[in-house]
Every structure is written in C-alpha cells, then in structure tokens.
C-alpha cells in the first residue's frame, strides 16, 4: 500500500490528472474447486477501497465505471456468450494492439491500456 501511495501523491506537472476504476462483481457461490477463492475475493476488495482512498487523499478524481461503458466507450462489443474467455482477452487485445501500435501489447496490459483509452477520451470531451 505504501508503494500505491507512493506513486499516487506525486501529481505530475504534465496538466490534470484523472482515474478511472472497473467496477467488477464479487464472487457468490461455489469455489469451483478452488481454494481460497473467498479470501481471494476479500483481498481484492480490500485493494480496491485502499485504491480509492488513496485517490481520494490525493484529491484525484476518478469514476467508477462497469466493463461495458469501457468497452462500449473504446468501441469493442462485448462478450458473446458463446466465446471462451481466451477469444474474448485475445480480441481485447488485439484491439489495444490497434489502438498502440507501438506498444508491445500484453494479454496482462491489454484492458488497462483500454480503461485508459476510455478515461482520455471521456476527460477530452471525445466519447
């Protein structure tokens, strides 16, 4: 958490700077075999709250949005119930490696890279 607010309270003097955070649904129900999964599920919440303090204190504004006002801001349709979560992350994907082409686009950056599209075209009037 330190690290977070490290990197958080130092405000860059390249203009205003804004955040935008994925609201994403908790986990109620079986653990499909997985161990942990509630404790998984409770330190990802507890992470999420300290990032919103922690923007908060530092006078950051940020909006909450679900993946669908993301996807649909960036111009990606969303999942179709018959696609694997592989085709879905790797269409994600290569839409950000459209939007980056010089990036080095991974599976792991691809939908920052999109929230990130969509908060610079919402605070830029472009949406």
């Not at 507890?46 to 649909?72: C, D, H, N, V, Y």
Request: hydrophobic share 45%.
């Amino acid at each position: 958490m330190r690290d977070i607010w490290a990197w958080i309270s130092v405000t860059p003097d390249s203009g205003p700077v804004c955040a935008v955070l994925e609201k994403v649904g908790g986990f109620i129900g079986d653990n499909y075999g997985i161990p942990g999964m509630g404790s998984a599920m409770f330190n990802f919440g507890t992470s999420f709250g300290a990032l919103e303090m922690a923007l908060t204190a530092a006078r950051i504004p940020f909006e909450i949005i679900t993946p669908a006002k993301w996807q649909s801001g960036v111009g990606v349709v969303g999942r179709k119930k018959s696609e694997s979560k592989t085709v879905w992350k790797n269409r994600l994907k290569a839409h950000a490696e459209r939007l980056f082409p010089g990036i080095k686009v991974t599976l792991a950056i691809a939908d920052s890279l999109l929230i990130a599209t969509y908060c610079k075209r919402k605070h830029e009037g472009t949406l």
